[in-house]
C-alpha cells in the first residue's frame, strides 16, 4: 500500500476511528441477550450455541495482541484495514447463517476484530497533537464500556423489528464504511517498531491463552474436577513459563516481558484484568436476572430483551459521562487517580445488588453507578499504557491490556456461571436468588480488588491539564503540535528509541 502524500486532518481520522470501534464494541454485547433466540431458530443445543460467545472470546484473545505487535511492525493503518475487513467478513458470514456451525466459524473471524483497539490507540498516539491524545484516548476507551451497554439496548427493537441477522447485518455495514474509510483517509503510520514478529511466541502465546480461557469458559459445564479442564489448566501451568522464555530469549519478542514487568505496566494490567472481571459479568448475567420471570422463580422483572436492554441502557450513559468526566478531572487527578475513583466507584453498586436486588430503582442505580466507574476507570487505563510503553509498541503494550480485560470477563463469567449453577435443583431448574446475591458479593470483592491495584500504579505520572502536552516518554515521537506527523512510513532510528 502507497504512503498517502499528505496527513489527514486529525479529526476525520479519529471520526473513522470512533465508528470502527463502535461497531467492534457493539458486535460484543449484541449477541448476548439473544442466544435463546439464536438457538431456537438454529435447531441447536444450549452447550452449542455457548460456543457463540466461547469461540468469540477465544479469536479475540489471540488476534488482539498479536494483531497489534503487527501493526507497530508494518504500519497500524494497514492492519486497522485488514482488521475491519475481517470483522466485516465475520457479520457477512454470520447473517448468511442457517447452522450453529457456520454460525461459530463466522464469530471466530469476527473475534479478530479486537486488534480494533490498540490500532486506534496506536493511530491517535501517532495523529493527534499531544495535547488531545489523552481525551481522545479515553473517549476510544470508553466505547468498549459504553457500546457494550448500547448494545444490550438495541438487540431487542432489532430482533422485534427485524429478525437476528440483522445483529449483524448492521455492524457489517459500519465496519466495511470504516475499512473503505480507513483506507482512504487514515495516514500511513509515521511510527514503526523494529523488528519483525516472533512466530514462536505468537504460537505459545495462541496456545496458553486458548487452554487456559477454554478451561475457565467451559468449566461450569464440564466440571471444574473434570479430566479436561484440569488437563487444560495443567496445559496452560506448562505453556506459560515456555512463553516467557521463548520471549525471553527471542531477538525481536512479540511481548516485551521487560516492559510486561514494568510497574506502571504490570499494575494497569492487573487492574484490567479486575475490570474484565466486573464489566463482562455483570453485562453477562444482569440481562439474565431482568429476564427471569418473577411468577416462576419469585424473583426477577419478567422483562423482555428490549425491556431489559433498556434497564441496561443507564451504563452506557454513565460510561460517556464518566469519559467527560475524566477529561475535566484528570488533570488534578492523573491518570492514577483517575483509576482509583473509577475503582472506588465500582464498589458500592454491587453492594447495593447484593443486599437489594428487587426493586427497578435499585438496578438502574446500580448500572447507573458502575458505568460512570468504568468510564473513568478505562480512559485512565488506555492512557497509563500509552504513557508508560515507546511509541513503537503502543499497539501490543494496548493490546496485551485489552486481552488480559478479556481474559478477566471469561473468569468472571465462568465463576459467575458457577455461582448460579451451585443453587440450581431437579426441582428449581432455575438459579435461586441466593446464586445471584453471590454473584454481586463477588462482584463487589473483584472491584474492591481492582482498587486495590489502582493503588499500586507507581505516581509518577500525571494526566495532562487542559491545554498541557503529554509526556512523552521516550523522546520518540514525531511533531504533533498541527497534527501533521512525518509521513516517511520509515521505522525511526534507534537513536530516537
Known amino acids: ?149 448500547l448494545g444490550l439496548v438495541l438487540a431487542g427493537p432489532i430482533v422485534s423489528h427485524l429478525d437476528y441477522h440483522w445483529l449483524f447485518w448492521f455492524p457489517m455495514i459500519a465496519t466495511a464504511a470504516a475499512a473503505a474509510a480507513t483506507l482512504v483517509f487514515v495516514p500511513a503510520s509515521p511510527v514503526r517498531g523494529a523488528g519483525g514478529v516472533s512466530r514462536p511466541g505468537g504460537l505459545l502465546l495462541a496456545a496458553w491463552l486458548v487452554t487456559l480461557l477454554l478451561a475457565v469458559s467451559e468449566g461450569q459445564s464440564w466440571g471444574w474436577d473434570s479430566a479436561g479442564v484440569l488437563g487444560l489448566l495443567a496445559a496452560t501451568v506448562v505453556l506459560v513459563p515456555l512463553w516467557i522464555l521463548t520471549e525471553l530469549r527471542a531477538a525481536h519478542p512479540l511481548i516485551d516481558m521487560r516492559m510486561m514487568r514494568a510497574p506502571a505496566v504490570w499494575t494497569v494490567n492487573l487492574s ?114 500509552i504513557e508508560a510503553v515507546p511509541a513503537g509498541q503502543t499497539g501490543v503494550a494496548s493490546g496485551m491490556n485489552a486481552n488480559i480485560r478479556t481474559i478477566g470477563g471469561a473468569i468472571g463469567s465462568g465463576i459467575g456461571a458457577s455461582l448460579l449453577a451451585a443453587t440450581v435443583t431437579t426441582a428449581h431448574p432455575l438459579p435461586a436468588d441466593t446464586g445471584y446475591t453471590r454473584l454481586f458479593w463477588f462482584l463487589a470483592g473483584a472491584a474492591a480488588l481492582a482498587t486495590l491495584a489502582a493503588t499500586l500504579v507507581p505516581r509518577s505520572r500525571r494526566a495532562p491539564a ?32
Open 272 to 385: 484490567a484484568l479486575l475490570f474484565g472481571v466486573v464489566m463482562y459479568t455483570c453485562t453477562t448475567f444482569m440481562p439474565q436476572l431482568l429476564q427471569t420471570r418473577r411468577s416462576v422463580a419469585g424473583y426477577g422483572f419478567s422483562a423482555d430483551v428490549t425491556a431489559s436492554g433498556l434497564y441496561m441502557l443507564p451504563l452506557s450513559a454513565a460510561a460517556f459521562a464518566g469519559n467527560v468526566l475524566a477529561g475535566r478531572i484528570g488533570g488534578r487527578l492523573g491518570y492514577r487517580g483517575l483509576l482509583v475513583a473509577g475503582s472506588l466507584l465500582s464498589v458500592p453498586p454491587f453492594v447495593l445488588l447484593a443486599v437489594a436486588h428487587t426493586e427497578s430503582w435499585q438496578v438502574c442505580t446500580a448500572v447507573t453507578v458502575a458505568g460512570t466507574g468504568l468510564g473513568l476507570a478505562f480512559s485512565a487505563m488506555a492512557g497509563l499504557v
Open 466 to 497: 487542559p491545554g498541557a502536552a503529554v509526556p512523552d516518554p521516550v523522546g520518540a515521537l514525531p511533531d504533533r503540535g498541527s497534527g501533521h506527523a512525518d509521513n516517511s512510513g520509515t521505522a525511526p532510528r534507534a537513536a530516537d528509541l
Open 1 to 149: 500500500m502507497a504512503v498517502k502524500a499528505g496527513r489527514t486532518h486529525y479529526t476525520v481520522t479519529y471520526s473513522v476511528l470512533v465508528v470502527a470501534v463502535g461497531a467492534y464494541a457493539l458486535l460484543q454485547s449484541m449477541v448476548a441477550p439473544v442466544l435463546p433466540t439464536i438457538q431456537a431458530h438454529l435447531h441447536s443445543s444450549e452447550s452449542a450455541t455457548a460456543w457463540l460467545m466461547t469461540s468469540y472470546l477465544l479469536a479475540a484473545s489471540v488476534a488482539t495482541p498479536i494483531l497489534g505487535r503487527v501493526g507497530d511492525v508494518v504500519g497500524k493503518e494497514r492492519m486497522l484495514v485488514v482488521t475491519l475487513l475481517g470483522l466485516a467478513t465475520g457479520s457477512l458470514l454470520a447473517g448468511l447463517s442457517h447452522s450453529i456451525g457456520m454460525m461459530i466459524v463466522a464469530r471466530v473471524v469476527q473475534g479478530t476484530g479486537g486488534a480494533v483497539l490498540p490500532l486506534s490507540f496506536g493511530i491517535v498516539r501517532d495523529e493527534f497533537p499531544s495535547a488531545k491524545v489523552s481525551g481522545a484516548v479515553g473517549v476510544i476507551a470508553s466505547l468498549t464500556a459504553a457500546g457494550g451497554g
